[in-house]
């Protein structure tokens, strides 16, 4: 069974950077055709994708982010982690680590998520 598992702080100044680690347990960050995700839900709206990296380690970015999203991974601790620059109070959200499955185009495990809060 792979479980996913999002750690960071809860709480980030305004114009900081946000960094939370996802690690992965039952399975390998690296294997074919799955796609390590971030999504984010901020408070009364739906999921915003945020980026993935690819079992090969490339990566993508939504375009309305892109200028300061950096997803990265530690192949030795089976972990991937996202961090979002100049955050801005707009940045508060529940953030969800997910796995994608390339071929499908459907997320088959998803993280419990984690409450992030910008403050001014």
């Known amino acids: 069974q792979v479980q996913l598992q999002e750690s960071g702080p809860g709480l980030v100044k305004a114009s900081q950077t946000l960094s939370l680690t996802c690690a992965v347990s039952?399975?390998?960050?690296?294997?074919?055709?799955?796609?390590l995700s971030w999504i984010r839900q901020p408070p009364g709206k739906g999921l915003e994708w945020v980026g993935y990296i690819t079992y090969s380690g490339s990566t993508y970015y939504s375009p309305s982010l892109k200028s300061r999203t950096s997803i990265s991974r530690d192949t030795s601790k089976n972990q991937f982690t996202l961090q979002l620059s100049s955050v801005t109070p707009e940045d508060t959200a529940v953030y969800f680590c997910?796995?994608?499955?390339?071929?499908?185009?459907?997320?088959?495990?998803w993280g419990q998520g984690t409450q992030v809060t910008v403050s001014s």
């Open positions: 997910a796995r994608l499955l390339g071929a499908a185009a459907y997320y088959d495990y």
């Open positions: 039952g399975g390998s960050i690296t294997t074919n055709y799955y796609y």
